[in-house]
């Protein structure tokens, strides 16, 4: 069955970096996005990150822009978000998942929390002096 795995997550300073890793195993499609969303307590889902995992292209949402990068390992089913200059508003668990069927991430993309498919079991990031 499908699994997606993250880890990277912990305690940090503010103006400190995470890196989050995602691997994904049970799946064989070759065109897909992989996103990254975040929840912090008493507020609704926030789509962080994506990125296609067959040409690459990405979105970020423009509270990160600027300080997270999203990339993949296609040969290891992983994708990456280095997360740097981080502040205590990126508090969260952050979760990894699957849209399927995208082969492109255009301009026009919003990742819809709805249209992920599958999910992982999170990973919390907590930023704090």
């Known amino acids: 069955q499908v699994q997606l795995v993250e880890s990277g997550g912990g305690l940090v300073q503010p103006g400190g970096s995470l890196r989050l890793s995602c691997v994904v195993s049970g799946f064989t499609l070759d065109y897909y996005a992989i996103g990254w969303f975040r929840q912090a307590p008493g507020k609704e889902h926030e789509g962080v990150s994506c990125i296609s995992m067959s040409d690459g292209t990405t979105y970020y949402a423009d509270s990160v822009k600027g300080r997270f990068t999203i990339s993949r390992d296609k040969a290891k089913n992983t994708v990456y978000l280095q997360m740097n200059s981080l502040k205590p508003e990126d508090t969260a668990v952050y979760y990894c998942?699957?849209?399927?069927?995208?082969?492109?991430?255009?301009?026009?993309?919003?990742?819809?929390?709805?249209?992920?498919?599958?999910w992982g079991q999170g990973t919390q990031v907590t930023v704090s002096s």
């Open positions: 998942a699957i849209d399927l069927l995208v082969v492109s991430i255009g301009a026009a993309y919003y990742p819809l929390r709805d249209e992920y498919d599958y």
